[in-house]
């Protein structure tokens, strides 16, 4: 039939050479639309095709229930076609809709075909400049915000399940999880899904504590116990008696302090700074982002305090694991803090916050994790509040991978002159150099592996960023392009000499 995609060969769904049926339904999720109250809704893909267009098939909402078809007028009316081919294989198929899979164009008549490990990440899928549908195996929007922590993904249902077993526990709960990511949200959730939640929470960075008060502050002290003690004054334990009290960063403990840390958690008894002995009952919730069973090897950390926070410990997924949440987490904070005008978009030719723009996010890496994608919204309010289009240099992300693109520069072409001159015209931005040189980023990053003149962010040494810094101030990017290096590889660097 005319306008309709064809798929290569037979149109008979192939066997699963297993003979099982599938156990995972492979669904897609609309991440993208003009409409932005509409991002969320989900459509099941049936064995066999499935055709999407403007008018059809109907998508469904949190409840379940349909809610209609993409609907956007200047989504095209003919068809794309998703097969499903045995066990969570998917061929993508156009008649000639702008179309782009994971970034890579598909062109008019032409067959894309998923294979399961692309959709055990997920699979973005470009419809125009309008549409973006995230292709998974794994999404499921009942109690989406439960227990305070928003999202769908798989992961995110595991972690809830991980916060309901923790929340009866009395002893002590290590949470693990990178920067940024909600180790103090899944505290709070613990603390109030638990017996404790009508007593008190209290929480504290050990990080921020100097050394020399750091008892002090954690166990109280008496009047005159110390210059300027002029009273008495009640710790952090002793003001979560009967609830939780959260230790973040708990590997910055210092290491006097870990042992009577340790004697609290065992015996329920703390002892202020110049008084007398007392029993709290407390529960403890210590969160890191570092490795502390390295540290205790290590000999930074006491490995008696680790083994006995570690009784129960909860891992907080990455965003990058998180999928469609994503553009989830984006489309809410930006209905709270958009006007409606400009929260839908479904009349305008040319919306301010373009599809393929969506699909580069939900790739991203996210080292900032949930924190830094809070940041990105921000500079999208304040963009579509300007008035013009979003685009992937505004939001500061050097870490996305820019979409495929045909590589113009073949490695044998750009020697280490053009090479270097590249990466000084865009202040070490990869991504942009990349761009520039029309080739990929992998392949960017082997170029600059193999020259001789060139060198990562990893092998600066303290005193020679210290240096620039005393010269340049806080800047990262100058310094960065002084050094010649990524900002992005710099701040990690820096990051790891506690810089």
């Known amino acids: 039939m005319a306008n309709r995609p064809q798929f290569l060969g037979s149109t008979l769904e192939p066997r699963d050479p297993s003979g099982e049926a599938s156990t995972r339904a492979p669904m897609l999720v609309l991440a993208h639309h003009p409409m932005l109250a509409r991002i969320g809704e989900t459509l099941a893909l049936d064995r066999g095709v499935t055709e999407i267009s403007r008018l059809a098939p109907a998508l469904c909402g949190d409840d379940g229930r349909a809610t209609g078809p993409l609907d956007d007028p200047f989504v095209s009316r003919t068809p794309i076609a998703v097969r499903r081919l045995g066990r969570e294989v998917i061929e993508i198929a156009s008649s000639g809709v702008e179309l782009a899979v994971a970034g890579v164009a598909v062109p008019a008549g032409g067959v894309h075909r998923v294979t399961v490990g692309e959709l055990a990440r997920g699979v973005p ?19 989406a915000a439960d227990l305070g922590m928003f999202g769908c993904s798989a992961p995110v249902h595991a972690l809830r399940a991980a916060v309901r077993a923790a929340a009866s526990s009395r002893g002590p709960i290590l949470v693990r999880g990178e920067t940024g990511s909600g180790k103090e949200l899944v505290a709070r959730a613990i603390h109030a899904a638990g017996p404790r939640a009508g007593g008190p ?13 750091a008892a002090a502050e954690l166990f109280g ?17 002793e003001r979560a008696h009967a609830g939780v009290l959260f230790l973040d960063e708990i590997g910055d403990l210092p290491e006097p302090v870990q042992a009577v840390v340790l004697r609290a958690l065992e015996s329920g008894e703390i002892q202020p700074v110049g008084g007398s002995p007392r029993t709290v009952d407390v529960v403890v919730i210590a969160a890191t982002d570092a490795d502390l069973a390295a540290a205790v090897t290590a000999g930074r950390f006491r490995g008696p305090l680790y083994y006995r926070l570690a009784s129960t410990v909860i891992d907080v997924p990455p965003l990058r694991d998180r999928g469609a949440d994503v553009a989830l987490l984006l489309a809410r904070w930006l209905c ?36 830094q994608l809070r940041n990105v919204a921000q500079r999208l309010v304040q963009i579509a509040r300007a008035g013009h289009t979003a685009t992937l240099d505004e939001l500061g ?81 100058a310094i960065a392009a002084r050094l010649e290096v990524s900002p992005r590889g710099l701040r990690l660097r820096m990051k790891q000499l506690g810089l």
């Open 336 to 371: 709270d803090a958009l006007p409606a005008e400009l929260a839908d978009r479904t009349t305008d030719p040319s919306p301010w916050l373009p599809a393929p723009l969506i699909a580069q996010l939900l790739r991203a890496p996210w080292p900032g994790n949930v924190r």
């Open 201 to 213: 929470y209290v929480g504290i960075n050990v990080a921020a504590i100097p050394a020399a008060v």
């Open 397 to 477: 992300l050097d870490d996305v991978e820019p979409d495929a693109a045909p590589e113009t520069a073949p490695a044998t072409l750009v020697d280490d002159d053009r090479l270097v001159a590249a990466l000084r015209a865009h202040r070490f931005h990869l991504s942009h150099t990349a761009a520039a040189l029309g080739i990929s980023r992998t392949h960017l990053d082997a170029l600059i592996a193999r020259s001789g003149r060139l060198r990562k962010a990893k092998q600066l040494e303290r005193d020679e960023i210290m240096a620039c810094a005393a010269e340049l101030g806080n800047d990262v990017d």
């Open 221 to 237: 002290h008496a009047r005159g116990a110390f210059t300027g003690a002029t009273e008495t004054r009640t710790g952090y334990f």
């Open 125 to 143: 899928i470009v419809l125009g400049n309008r549409v973006v549908l995230w292709l998974t195996t794994a999404h499921d929007r009942r109690g």
